[in-house]
């Protein structure tokens, strides 16, 4: 990786050959995966030259991978790190305290934190919204902020010290940030079917 970014070569499926090699040996090690991931992105070149043209390697392998990443990967990863075990949840799990408070904390909570302050702060004129966008757009990206999954999962692993609270505390998380996505999309495509209107 360090050759290949030394001498800026453009040969992208290098690069994925060595960042799975690189994420394999990583795992075996102990290490975490996240860690692979981090240290191949060091040796990604910004910019390469092609045909005696320069290309912007970075921005263009990024927008390559950004479809299956965002769409399959990132949720896999998210799964899959939450170690929820599904077959020892029962219904009781859903419906418990500490899973209806992780949803109101994440998805209302929130977007209520967000969208709250950022308002007051337009309209007390410390700050505008920004270019082209509407207080419904806004909210729809407010709404978005309660996907939390990692310092959630954390803060949640943290508080709780049995296996039964820690997977209410899971599935509440899980739940909330599924909600949060699928919400903050419709109120988005709303803000933008509306704008089209006017």
């Known amino acids: 990786l360090l050759?290949?970014?030394?001498?800026?070569?453009?040969?992208?499926?290098?690069?994925?050959?060595?960042?799975?090699?690189?994420?394999?040996?990583?795992?075996?090690?102990?290490?975490?995966?996240?860690?692979?991931?981090?240290l191949l992105a060091f040796f990604v070149p910004v910019k390469v030259?092609?045909?005696?043209q320069e290309i912007n390697f970075l921005k263009d392998t990024a927008s390559m991978v950004h479809g299956f990443v965002a769409f399959f990967v990132l949720p896999l990863f998210a799964f899959v790190n939450c170690e929820l075990p599904l077959h020892e949840l029962s219904r009781d799990d859903?419906?418990?305290?500490?899973?209806?408070?992780?949803?109101?904390?994440?998805?209302?909570?929130?977007?209520?934190?967000?969208?709250?302050?950022?308002?007051?702060?337009?309209?007390?004129?410390?700050?505008?919204?920004?270019?082209?966008?509407n207080k419904l757009l806004f909210l729809g990206i407010s709404v978005l902020c309660g996907i939390?999954?990692?310092?959630?999962?954390?803060?949640?692993?943290?508080?709780?010290?049995?296996?039964?609270?820690?997977?209410?505390?899971?599935?509440?998380?899980?739940?909330?940030?599924?909600?949060?996505?699928a919400a903050g999309a419709i109120i988005i495509k709303l803000s933008i079917l509306k704008k089209q209107d006017l």
């Not at 692993?157 to 049995?162: K, N, S």
């Open 94 to 133: 859903l419906f418990s305290k500490i899973s209806i408070g992780c949803i109101l904390g994440l998805l209302v909570g929130k977007s209520i934190g967000v969208y709250g302050f950022a308002m007051a702060a337009v309209k007390c004129k410390w700050c505008n919204l920004p270019y082209a966008t």
């Open 3 to 38: 050759i290949l970014n030394w001498f800026a070569l453009g040969w992208r499926w290098l690069y994925y050959l060595l960042g799975i090699i690189l994420w394999f040996f990583t795992v075996k090690s102990g290490v975490h995966g996240t860690i692979a991931g981090i």
């Open 49 to 52: 030259k092609s045909e005696e």
């Open 148 to 181: 939390g999954f990692t310092l959630s999962l954390f803060i949640g692993l943290q508080a709780f010290d049995t296996i039964a609270l820690e997977n209410q505390m899971k599935i509440g998380v899980l739940l909330s940030s599924c909600i949060a996505a």
